[in-house]
């Protein structure tokens, strides 16, 4: 079993930044790519950043480009995410996405953190 733990969210004023954390722990075979998604009220979650464990390819939405940077420490299984110049917009609950290979399986799976909410006030 894997567990994804984050932290670091809050509430930070337009023109803030915000660093989140998520740390995988268990049963870990293997880490393929971890990342961060978000859901807006009334919206549909969308990826934010994605990045490979091996390589450290990183994908980010064009909305955050130049804004927010993802990177990942192998050695703790935790991916961060550096929020820099806020805004409004990106007010939204933030998810850490594991695809992890765990003890139990040749195949990986997919993994959910709880959640953290973010708030942009203007």
């Known amino acids: 079993q894997v567990q994804l733990v984050e932290s670091g969210g809050g509430l930070v004023q337009a023109g803030g930044s915000l660093r989140l954390s998520c740390a995988a722990s268990g049963s870990i075979f293997s880490i393929n790519a971890m990342g961060w998604y978000r859901q807006a009220p009334g919206k549909q979650r969308e990826l934010v950043a994605t990045?490979?464990?091996?390589?450290?390819?990183?994908i980010y939405a064009d909305s955050v480009k130049g804004r927010f940077t993802i990177s990942r420490d192998n050695a703790k299984n935790t991916v961060y995410l550096q929020m820099n110049s806020l805004k409004p917009e990106d007010t939204a609950v933030y998810y850490c996405?594991?695809?992890?290979?765990?003890?139990?399986?040749?195949?990986?799976?997919?993994?959910w953190g709880q959640g953290t909410q973010v708030t942009v006030s203007s």
């Open positions: 990045i490979t464990w091996g390589d450290g390819i990183t």
């Open positions: 996405n594991g695809r992890i290979r765990d003890g139990s399986s040749w195949f990986e799976n997919v993994y």
